[in-house]
């Protein structure tokens, strides 16, 4: 197997006060190197160990799926984020995708709302999907890819991801995602990458 957890794009207080050095440090080490760990014991001396991380996410099932989807979604996760980030998009193609949802406001609601609607753990997606932005949800590890569709966003809602910053409000979590976390670049180079 020739893939690692991917170092973080940040100092792991890079995101304070907005995410805690705490939460930061707990998730990324424990959570998402966690699952490296499993999936390599899982994989080890079989042919799936010769997999890139995509092929296994869209080509496996059960642990060494679950295991797979959650390392590539949450490296994504910390991509999408950045110091003092958030807010409406800037103008140009990801203000474009945002206008064709029905602008700042309206996705900002419904991306929240998406979130929180996430019975238990998942994820929240803006995703490109037959050339157009939309907002999905998703259980557990699964993740859009495995649909048609090009992540360009992504907030997970698992509890591990807000608890120590924001105990059971899930709703403040994802408030604070969107307005002072997103990093509407890597949204942008998602984008460009997906035409």
């Known amino acids: 197997m020739d893939f690692e957890v991917a170092p973080l794009p940040y100092a792991k207080d890079a995101l304070e006060p907005a995410m805690s ?3 930061l440090e707990f998730h990324y080490e424990k959570h998402h190197k966690g ?23 869209r080509t496996s099932s059960g642990a060494v799926f679950n295991n797979a989807a959650q390392v590539w979604n949450h490296t994504f996760f910390w991509e999408g984020m950045r110091p003092n980030g958030g807010g409406p998009p800037p103008s140009g193609d990801v203000g ?3 206008a064709g949802l029905g602008g700042w406001d309206r996705f900002r609601s419904d991306f929240i709302a998406a979130g929180v609607a996430r019975f238990g753990s998942g994820y929240a997606w803006l995703v490109l999907d037959g050339g157009k932005g ?19 966003l992504t907030c997970d809602v ?9 105990r059971n409000n899930r709703q403040g979590f ?3 995602f969107l307005d002072r ?13 997906a035409a």
């Open 174 to 176: 994802l408030e604070v």
């Open 21 to 23: 050095r705490e939460t």
């Open 134 to 152: 939309r907002i999905v949800d998703t259980p557990n590890a699964e993740n859009p890819l495995t649909a048609g569709a090009t992540p360009l």
């Open 96 to 98: 474009d995708l945002v």
């Open 35 to 57: 699952y490296m760990t499993k999936l390599k014991s899982l994989i080890e001396g079989k042919p799936e160990a010769g997999k890139s991380l995509v092929e296994l996410l």
């Open 158 to 166: 698992w509890e591990h991801a807000y608890y120590l910053d924001h």
């Open 181 to 193: 976390l997103v990093s509407w670049d890597s949204v942008a180079r998602n984008l460009r990458a």
